[in-house]
């Protein structure tokens, strides 16, 4: 079967049988020869129906596309061709005729004709000692070449990047424009990662599935792309990392979350663990671990891809075409430390575990109905599935699975608002599409653990802010406008495309995505797992703006499912049977053809090759667009950590905003300690930099010990985002240092700090403000909420549990724990809604 580029045809060639039959790949050069002995006389007849049996057994598969990940080669004597026996020999030849000329003629036993011929044509190029090497070297050009290209782009990339700026070679932090990072990179860098990207191609255009070499190939482009922020900086990069840093110092030393300092306290799953891990390794300071964040978590999110890519019925190029596609376009950049990125490899191992091992394809064997909606449905329900089924894991092995699965998503809620909602929502769509063999009773358990964890131990949150949580609910179109076009009005023309090609990537990505979605229906193939992760995170936009990033985690939850249907836009062909794919079909289709298919297959691969070029150097426009102001100087480290040292027993801290609505971030590395003693309070500015009477009066009015601050990397996210002047930062330092009333107490090139220098030493300086944990005031029904929430979850995890050993056995008993967990589970519901009515209430 080969893929056609331009009709989306799937074309059936039969091949003669080789002496050597692989399953999985045809035979190499580096395979021993098999050697054909003269098969015992036949009539002609069955000589010329030989050749044609064996083209009607031989499989119909492309040669070029592995069909599973395990595939070995396996030799398979053909019957026709054994060798006489002496044993069966007859004792006097037979009469000589002229139609058996052939038999009497064959060579005796001991002699073996087809042997030392084969002999002497192997021992001659061991004669010619000189000429072999060059001719070995050439013969496995496929094997050293990809990894050679590897290792030149790895080498060239990483050596620009690091080294001294320089012709070809270093970053200069200086160069860095509008457009981010990629204004400041020598070009030999995109040279190497151009020179990794078509490796990865050398790599699986090949007959042979070299799994290692790919995922080695892959590994090393994602330290090439999401590495490179953190290879050019001298600390850690992205603000809202160090507030992170300070969450888990915080709790490492007081023991407690307090939702009162900041609303993520109330999920401190994330924060608490590395509190813990920290604190047990004795480790003070995070910046390393803040450093490699980035690149290490985006090699840990391919671990659970690639079993995620495993469970789908497609060719080795569509598989891995799909895990690079997931690299070079996840410019999101929420994989810093971060309780979203940490829950989105916990959402990704949820959905490899349910696809792997609780998967279900089962054939459709009803008939269709006559005509109406019904009948389509049904036709799609027919067509061939493009999952497979789980391995046949049993008994013990699953209720594991079971329990890891239920572990994930108590992570994933205790540390993240809206990761569970992405896991609960796929296992349900899954199960509607029927593609997993879990019953209905684990989503009425995970959904009962989101609720119960927000209404008992995120209280503390929503108690005062019942508005921010449901105030934006249905508001789909204000989400949408919050999180496009919002970004993109009012923005400085340079990095206003830097926002538009992150806008052309999603567009692009979705595009390919339905285009490949078509190209499988084309082919009788119905993808309803990656359907359902493209579809189910798209729903989150109708719940709240998230502070107009919801656009951005959509964004990042849609990614498998978008890559893996956008890799068969250029590779949606099936692999084809084998002995060790059972479960892996092709539909017979019988199309014209308009092209040649071994021409159709090349110009696959190159649109395949310039989209990843592609993809690749839009990447490092929108994943380092922000660098202006989201790279983090030594200079203001050195600004804060003052701050650090005197902010006994409390301080506060006024950064610049050009107005004073209710959401803003301040852009400095603020938080990294102390956040129970520092309070982070606005100050706004203007355009004009001489224009500085609202700055000095918010440090005015404050109590002592407040301190300005003023950075490089505030002054260029003004002038991005709010159109300030290009010299606004120079100008509004000049402005504050002529100030009489104030005096600088940090000053370096990056930033300064001022404080009111007028302010009488008697003024005491407040303690600071009394900070609160989950503090759950309680409602009259929350114990008795309590008991129904533990009896429901212990009737459904039995119910789940006796569904694992088949849905023809344990009926009467699952009947039975539905009788007790359907009245809890509406008394748990009951209490719930209570909790709300009164807590929300009072």
């Given at each position: 079967?080969?893929?056609?580029?331009?009709?989306?045809?799937?074309?059936?060639?039969?091949?003669?049988?080789?002496?050597?039959?692989h399953?999985?790949?045809?035979p190499?050069?580096?395979?021993?020869?098999?050697?054909?002995?003269?098969?015992?006389?036949?009539?002609?007849?069955?000589?010329?129906?030989?050749?044609?049996?064996?083209?009607?057994?031989?499989?119909?598969?492309?040669?070029?596309?592995?069909?599973?990940?395990?595939?070995?080669?396996?030799?398979?004597?053909?019957?026709?061709?054994?060798?006489?026996?002496?044993a069966?020999?007859?004792?006097?030849?037979?009469?000589?005729?002229?139609?058996?000329?052939?038999?009497?003629?064959?060579?005796?036993?001991?002699?073996?004709?087809?042997?030392?011929?084969?002999?002497?044509?192997?021992?001659?190029?061991?004669q010619?000692?000189?000429?072999?090497?060059?001719?070995?070297?050439?013969?496995?050009?496929h094997?050293?070449?990809p990894?050679?290209?590897?290792?030149?782009?790895?080498?060239?990339?990483?050596?620009?990047?690091?080294?001294?700026?320089?012709?070809?070679?270093?970053?200069?932090?200086?160069?860095?424009?509008?457009?981010?990072?990629?204004?400041?990179?020598?070009?030999?860098?995109?040279?190497?990662?151009?020179i990794?990207?078509?490796?990865?191609?050398?790599t699986?255009?090949?007959?042979?599935?070299?799994?290692?070499?790919?995922?080695?190939?892959?590994?090393?482009?994602?330290?090439?792309?999401?590495?490179?922020?953190?290879?050019?900086?001298?600390?850690?990069?992205?603000?809202?990392?160090y507030?992170?840093?300070?969450?888990?110092?915080?709790?490492?030393?007081?023991?407690?979350?307090?939702?009162?300092?900041?609303?993520?306290?109330?999920?401190?799953?994330?924060?608490?663990?590395?509190?813990?891990?920290?604190?047990?390794?004795?480790?003070?300071?995070?910046?390393?671990?803040?450093?490699?964040?980035?690149?290490?978590?985006?090699?840990?999110?391919?671990?659970?891809?690639?079993?995620?890519?495993?469970?789908?019925?497609?060719?080795?190029?569509?598989?891995?075409?799909?895990?690079?596609?997931?690299?070079?376009?996840?410019?999101?950049?929420?994989?810093?430390?971060?309780?979203?990125?940490?829950?989105?490899?916990?959402?990704?191992?949820?959905?490899?575990?349910?696809?792997?091992?609780?998967?279900?394809?089962?054939?459709?064997?009803?008939?269709?109905?006559?005509?109406?909606?019904?009948?389509?449905?049904?036709?799609?329900?027919?067509?061939?599935?493009?999952?497979?089924?789980?391995?046949?894991?049993?008994?013990?092995?699953?209720?594991?699975?079971?329990?890891?699965?239920?572990?994930?998503?108590?992570?994933?809620?205790?540390?993240?608002?809206?990761?569970?909602?992405?896991?609960?929502?796929?296992?349900?769509?899954?199960?509607?599409?029927?593609?997993?063999?879990?019953?209905?009773a684990?989503?009425?358990?995970?959904?009962?653990?989101?609720?119960?964890?927000?209404?008992?131990?995120?209280?503390?949150?929503?108690?005062?802010?019942?508005?921010?949580?449901?105030?934006?609910?249905?508001?789909?179109?204000?989400?949408?406008?919050?999180?496009?076009?919002?970004?993109?009005?009012?923005?400085?023309?340079?990095?206003?495309?830097?926002?538009?090609?992150?806008?052309?990537?999603?567009?692009?990505?979705?595009?390919?995505?339905?285009?490949?979605?078509?190209?499988?229906?084309?082919?009788?193939?119905?993808?309803?797992?990656?359907?359902?992760?493209?579809?189910?995170?798209?729903?989150?936009?109708?719940?709240?703006?998230?502070?107009?990033?919801?656009?951005?985690?959509?964004y990042?939850?849609?990614?498998?499912?978008?890559?893996?249907?956008?890799?068969?836009?250029?590779?949606?062909?099936?692999?084809?049977?084998?002995?060790?794919?059972?479960d892996?079909?092709?539909p017979?289709?019988?199309?014209?053809?308009?092209?040649?298919?071994?021409?159709?297959r090349?110009?696959?691969?190159?649109?395949?090759?310039?989209?990843?070029?592609?993809?690749?150097?839009?990447?490092?426009?929108?994943?380092?667009?922000?660098?202006?102001?989201?790279?983090?100087?030594?200079?203001?480290?050195?600004?804060?950590?003052?701050?650090?040292?005197?902010?006994?027993?409390?301080?506060?801290?006024?950064?610049?905003?050009?107005?004073?609505?209710?959401?803003?971030?301040?852009?400095?590395?603020?938080?990294?300690?102390?956040?129970?003693?520092?309070?982070?309070?606005?100050?706004?500015?203007?355009?004009?930099?001489?224009?500085?009477?609202?700055?000095?009066?918010a440090?005015?009015?404050?109590?002592?010990?407040?301190?300005?601050?003023?950075?490089?990397?505030?002054?260029?996210?003004?002038?991005?985002?709010?159109?300030?002047?290009?010299?606004?930062?120079?100008?509004?330092?000049?402005?504050?240092?002529?100030?009489?009333?104030?005096?600088?107490?940090?000053?370096?090139?990056?930033a300064?700090?001022?404080?009111?220098?007028?302010?009488?030493?008697?003024?005491?300086?407040?303690?600071?403000?009394?900070?609160?944990?989950?503090?759950?005031?309680?409602?009259?029904?929350?114990?008795?909420?309590?008991?129904?929430?533990?009896?429901?979850?212990?009737?459904?995890?039995?119910?789940?549990?006796?569904?694992?050993?088949?849905?023809?056995?344990?009926?009467?008993?699952?009947?039975?724990?539905?009788?007790?967990?359907?009245?809890?589970?509406?008394?748990?519901?009951?209490?719930?809604?209570?909790?709300?009515?009164?807590?929300?209430?009072?």
């Open positions: 079967m080969t893929d056609s580029a331009d009709d989306d045809t799937t074309v059936n060639r039969r091949r003669p049988a080789p002496s050597s039959v399953i999985g790949h045809p190499t050069e580096e395979d021993p020869p098999t050697v054909e002995l003269p098969a015992i006389s036949a009539s002609p007849a069955a000589a010329e129906a030989e050749p044609e049996a064996r083209t009607e057994a031989q499989p119909e598969a492309e040669p070029e596309d592995d069909v599973h990940d395990q595939t070995v080669p396996v030799a398979r004597p053909l019957p026709a061709r054994r060798p006489p026996e002496p069966e020999a007859p004792p006097a030849p037979p009469p000589v005729t002229p139609s058996a000329t052939p038999a009497p003629e064959a060579p005796p036993a001991p002699e073996a004709a087809p042997k030392p011929e084969v002999s002497a044509a192997a021992a001659a190029p061991a010619a000692a000189p000429g072999r090497a060059p001719a070995t070297l050439l013969t496995r050009v094997r050293w070449l990894v050679v290209l590897m290792v030149e782009g790895v080498i060239m990339y990483f050596l620009a990047m690091t080294l001294d700026p320089g012709p070809l070679r270093g970053v200069r932090p200086v160069d860095i424009d509008g457009l981010g990072l990629i204004s400041a990179m020598p070009l030999s860098a995109f040279a190497g990662i151009l990794m990207i078509v490796s990865f191609f050398v699986v255009t090949q007959a042979v599935d070299r799994k290692i070499l790919l995922l080695v190939q892959i590994s090393a482009i994602t330290l090439a792309l999401h590495g490179a922020g953190s290879l050019v900086a001298d600390e850690p990069r992205f603000p809202t990392a507030v992170h840093a300070g969450f888990v110092e915080f709790i490492a030393r007081t023991g407690e979350a307090a939702t009162s300092i900041d609303a993520r306290m109330g999920w401190p799953g994330f924060f608490a663990l590395f509190a813990f891990v920290t604190r047990t390794a004795g480790v003070t300071d995070l910046t390393t671990i803040l450093q490699w964040t980035p690149p290490v978590m985006n090699l840990l999110y391919l671990l659970p891809l690639v079993l995620i890519l495993r469970q789908v019925v497609a060719t080795t190029r569509a598989r891995w075409y799909a895990a690079l596609l997931f690299v070079i376009v996840q410019w999101i950049g929420q994989d810093y430390f971060s309780p979203q990125g940490f829950t989105f490899a916990l959402y990704l191992a949820f959905v490899a575990i349910v696809l792997r091992w609780f998967g279900r394809v089962e054939p459709r064997v009803k008939p269709l109905p006559r005509k109406g909606l019904r009948r389509l449905l049904a036709k799609l329900d027919a067509m061939t599935p493009g999952e497979l089924a789980n391995p046949g894991v049993h008994g013990a092995d699953r209720v594991l699975l079971l329990c890891l699965l239920i572990a994930l998503f108590v992570a994933a809620t205790a540390s993240h608002q809206i990761t569970p909602f992405m896991m609960l929502g796929v296992v349900t769509a899954l199960l509607l599409v029927r593609r997993t063999s879990l019953s209905w684990l989503p009425f358990f995970l959904g009962l653990i989101v609720l119960a964890w927000i209404s008992f131990q995120a209280v503390g949150f929503w108690a005062g802010n019942i508005e921010s949580m449901f105030g934006s609910l249905g508001q789909i179109f204000t989400n949408l406008q919050r999180n496009t076009g919002d970004r993109i009005a009012g923005t400085d023309p340079e990095h206003a495309l830097v926002l538009k090609a992150r806008l052309g990537i999603c567009a692009a990505v979705l595009g390919l995505a339905g285009v490949g979605l078509l190209r499988r229906l084309r082919r009788g193939v119905v993808d309803r797992a990656a359907l359902v992760l493209l579809c189910v995170p798209v729903m989150a936009l109708g719940l709240q703006s998230y502070g107009g990033e919801i656009g951005l985690r959509i990042m939850f849609t990614l498998p499912g978008a890559c893996l249907l956008a890799s068969y836009a250029f590779f949606p062909n099936l692999p084809g049977a084998s002995g060790d794919a059972r892996e079909t092709i017979m289709r019988k199309r014209r053809v308009r092209l040649n298919p071994q021409v159709t090349k110009v696959s691969l190159a649109l395949a090759l310039c989209a990843a070029m592609a993809f690749s150097m839009a990447f490092l426009v929108a994943r380092y667009g922000n660098e202006k102001f989201e790279r983090v100087t030594t200079g203001e480290i050195q600004a804060m950590h003052y701050i650090y040292e005197h902010d006994r027993p409390s301080a506060r801290v006024l950064y610049l905003v050009p107005n004073l609505g209710p959401e803003s971030t301040p852009i400095l590395p603020w938080g990294e300690r102390d956040v129970d003693r520092i309070e982070y309070r606005k100050a706004l500015v203007h355009k004009d930099p001489t224009q500085i009477k609202d700055a000095l009066d440090l005015r009015l404050s109590e002592r010990n407040t301190y300005l601050v003023v950075t490089t990397a505030q002054a260029d996210y003004l002038k991005l985002n709010e159109d300030f002047p290009a010299d606004w930062g120079r100008r509004f330092r000049t402005a504050l240092d002529a100030s009489p009333d104030l005096r600088k107490v940090v000053d370096n090139r990056d300064a700090v001022y404080v009111w220098k007028n302010v009488p030493k008697s003024t005491p300086i407040p303690d600071p403000a009394a900070y609160t944990g989950r503090d759950d005031p309680g409602s009259p029904w929350t114990p008795v909420g309590a008991v129904a929430l533990a009896v429901t979850w212990a009737a459904l995890f039995a119910y789940e549990v006796l569904s694992l050993r088949g849905r023809e056995r344990g009926g009467r008993g699952r009947r039975r724990l539905l009788f007790v967990a359907v009245p809890a589970f509406l008394l748990s519901m009951a209490v719930i809604v209570e909790r709300f009515l009164v807590i929300a209430g009072s």
